[in-house]
């Protein structure tokens, strides 16, 4: 398949001609109106600078169905203990910053530029993208970040700097979906720790079908301060 060239026209080609390994098209920017049209075709940005942005659509997409969260006994205990508390749309760029910074296996460096914190920030400000904190007392330990559109929820990245934290988030964040009308969360490309909570495999063609039907409904747009409880 050949690599498409995104210019200052707002527009992408058709996701199902992305590359085997899902690389659709190369070039353009974050800004909002585009990253909110990649999202609602099921493209999504990933790329290390000094790269230019890249645009994937990957075969098969990894989804997390928001009742089919993955919740061990241990970490049922967790929930019970009350240790954490957790937010919504209270410290959206520190948990930005928090994904950025976070050690992860295998990895050097982030994706997470200063470009893409801004760009991520201006849409949380439009009420499109959202955070979920995980605090410990009053230190945020944990959390992750995505944008909502009609009744898709796409996560971009998590972090913790306390056992469990990011579990809890995720956790936290299926709960109140599902009580929204979430089915899906897209958790775009599979790891292990998504596996363990859940995440699975499904073809592109069925992603991008229930995609367009999720687009249908109303946007849960603003911040979703209404989800927190005291802490």
Same mark, same amino acid.
């Given at each position: 398949m050949p690599l498409f060239m995104i210019n200052e026209r707002l527009a992408f080609p058709d996701p199902e001609q992305a590359t085997d390994e899902g690389l659709l098209a190369v070039g353009g920017d974050l800004r909002p109106d585009r990253l909110l049209l990649a999202y609602s075709m099921g493209i999504f940005p990933w790329f290390s600078p000094p790269d230019p942005v890249l645009w994937w659509s990957p075969d098969p997409r990894c989804v997390l169905f928001t009742d089919e969260v993955t919740i061990s006994k241990s970490m049922r205990n967790v929930i019970n203990q009350q240790k954490f508390s957790v937010t919504f749309d209270t410290a959206f760029l520190e948990v930005m910053d928090g994904c950025r910074s976070v050690q992860r296996p295998g990895q050097h460096g982030t994706w997470i530029t200063s470009e893409v914190i801004e760009s991520y920030f201006r849409l949380h400000k439009m009420g499109y993208a959202h955070s979920v904190e995980v605090w410990e007392g009053k230190?945020?330990? &944990? &959390?992750?970040? &995505?944008?909502?559109? &009609?009744?898709?929820? /796409?996560?971009?990245?998590? /972090?913790?700097?306390?056992?469990?934290?990011?579990?809890?988030?995720l956790i936290h964040l299926c709960r109140t979906l599902q009580k929204e009308g979430f089915e899906i969360i897209d958790c775009q490309i599979y790891n292990d720790h998504l596996g363990r909570m859940g995440a699975t495999h499904i073809p592109r063609a069925a992603f991008l079908s229930r995609l367009q039907a999720g687009m249908n409904r109303s946007t849960l747009k603003g911040h979703w301060h209404h989800f927190n409880t005291k802490r």
């Open positions: 230190v945020l330990v &944990g &959390g992750l970040y &995505g944008v909502s559109l &009609g009744d898709m929820f /796409f996560g971009e990245s998590m /972090f913790t700097r306390s056992s469990n934290a990011s579990k809890m988030a």
